[in-house]
């Protein structure tokens, strides 16, 4: 069944990618990852919510700040966190077409951004993501 929305699907297509689930296997999650998920894991959130929805002749079409959030622990160099957050790059960089059912047609994409999770000896990076698509 195709994805009803953006965020299902980018979940969906980042769980295709076997450079994603080298790094992280099935450990990609919606909003936050479940209390004592093993490292290391994606998380991807909406942050931003398109407040605007362009329409042209029958389509309506959304521009989210999507985030993903990658996280490991600092063990290696480059850590996991860092290795993932490319992958996720690599696979939605030039995207456009069918994203499991949802027509993308471009998607702007920032990052890695690299910090320090507090209190831990985590490391984070973050991939920013705006899919231009139309709504379905």
Same mark, same amino acid.
Not at 16 to 21: D, G, I, K, M, S
């Given at each position: 069944?195709?994805?009803?929305?953006?965020?299902?699907?980018?979940?969906?297509?980042?769980k295709?990618?076997?450079?994603?689930?080298a790094?992280?296997?099935?450990?990609?999650?919606?909003?936050?990852?479940?209390?004592?998920?093993?490292?290391?894991?994606?998380?991807?959130?909406?942050?931003?919510?398109?407040?605007?929805?362009?329409?042209?002749?029958?389509?309506?079409?959304?521009?989210?700040?999507?985030?993903?959030?990658?996280? /490991?622990?600092?063990?290696?160099?480059?850590c996991?966190?860092?290795?993932?957050?490319?992958?996720?790059?690599?696979?939605?960089?030039n995207?456009?077409? /069918?994203?499991?059912?949802?027509?993308?047609?471009?998607?702007?994409?920032?990052?890695?951004?690299?910090?320090?999770?507090?209190?831990?000896?985590?490391?984070?990076?973050?991939?920013?993501?705006?899919?231009?698509?139309?709504?379905?």
């Open positions: 069944m195709p994805s009803s929305y953006i965020d299902q699907a980018l979940i969906y297509t980042a295709q990618a076997t450079a994603v689930t790094v992280f296997g099935q450990r990609i999650y919606h909003i936050r990852a479940p209390q004592r998920t093993e490292k290391p894991y994606a998380v991807l959130r909406v942050v931003a919510p398109s407040n605007e929805i362009e329409t042209f002749d029958d389509d309506a079409y959304g521009q989210p700040l999507c985030q993903w959030t990658c996280v /490991s622990d600092d063990k290696k160099t480059p996991d966190a860092f290795v993932g957050a490319h992958a996720l790059l690599d696979v939605f960089r995207y456009s077409g /069918s994203m499991d059912g949802v027509a993308v047609d471009y998607m702007e994409i920032r990052g890695p951004i690299e910090i320090e999770l507090p209190q831990t000896q985590d490391i984070a990076c973050i991939v920013e993501l705006i899919p231009h698509y139309v709504e379905p």
